[in-house]
């Protein structure tokens, strides 16, 4: 009798660990598709972002460059002009962040270091263990006993 149902219980831990198997590979897939989606959003909003600054900041050039110009015209002195240099770089700059292939090519850059430089990804000191982490808990509670916080 305590034979059969060992038996019986250890099918029933087999059928259920595979069904908690089954349930953490969903959780981790759901995690993972989360946390994609989540980046995709972010990549959107700082595209959008740096159009919007793009905009701006084309407003701002065009303003400069008229008032350049125009102060270049009436005295006939080049140095009007000079400040147009760094100012066409930086709206040229913005213009490919905003609307051309900047961000693939900084994705190409990004892929290129973690297949062919991957040792500067490291993170210093490696990654936390579980044991570093209840270390670094147990020295924050000895500290909060040290030093408690005022009320």
Known sequence: MGNYISINLED?????EKFLQSLNEISM???IQMRNQ???RQRAMEI??????FLWYTMFYIAAGTGLFTGFRRTKR???LFPLLPLTFVNLYYWDLS????????RME???IMTHESDMLELPCGLPTPSSLDQG???EDERKKIHPPLP
């Open 12 to 16: 029933q831990y087999r059928k259920n």
């Open 29 to 31: 897939e759901r995690q």
């Open 38 to 40: 989540m980046a995709q």
């Open 48 to 53: 959008a972002k740096n159009r919007d600054l």
């Open 78 to 80: 080049v140095y009007f």
């Open 99 to 106: 609307y051309g292939n900047k961000i693939h090519r900084i």
């Open 110 to 112: 990004a892929e290129h």
């Open 137 to 139: 808990r147990l020295e």
